[in-house]
């Protein structure tokens, strides 16, 4: 918000984000339009999967029994040297120790 960070994100953060909520049954059609509009404004990257990141996700979901979807989030933090920040502990601790370090649990963080 600061410009601080980039936000980079495969192209189906957006369509996850509002899946959950939606099933969270804690917001109506309205809110949830609102919800995906505060996104668009958030202002992620969108990368794409191409064919560094695509191979990359591939071997991940396969090597270590993951959904293609969650290793499309760790390839792209491999293929652009950066972290990815999540909610899920169950990403890291399917991955093997080499590549834990592309992942931070967002309760590691501090917020001030």
């Keep these: 918000m600061e410009g601080k960070l980039e936000l980079l ?4 953060l957006f369509f ?3 899946n959950a909520l939606k ?5 109506d059609k309205s809110e949830l339009d609102s919800a995906g509009e505060s996104l668009e404004k958030y202002g992620f ?10 191979k990359t996700m591939v071997k ?6 993951m959904s293609i979807y969650d290793a499309s989030y760790v390839a792209l ?6 972290v990815l920040c999540t909610a899920d ?18 309760s590691e963080f501090e917020l001030s």
Excluded at 60 to 65: G, P, R
């Design 89 to 106: 502990s169950k990403i890291a601790k399917k991955l093997p120790n080499k590549l834990k370090n592309h992942i931070k649990n967002l």
């Design 45 to 54: 990257k969108v990368i794409t999967i191409q064919k560094k990141i695509r």
């Design 23 to 27: 099933y969270s049954k804690l917001f």
């Design 16 to 18: 996850e984000v509002l």
């Design 77 to 82: 933090s491999i293929a652009k040297g950066c």
């Design 9 to 12: 994100c495969p192209p189906i």
């Design 60 to 65: 991940i979901a396969v090597d270590c029994d």
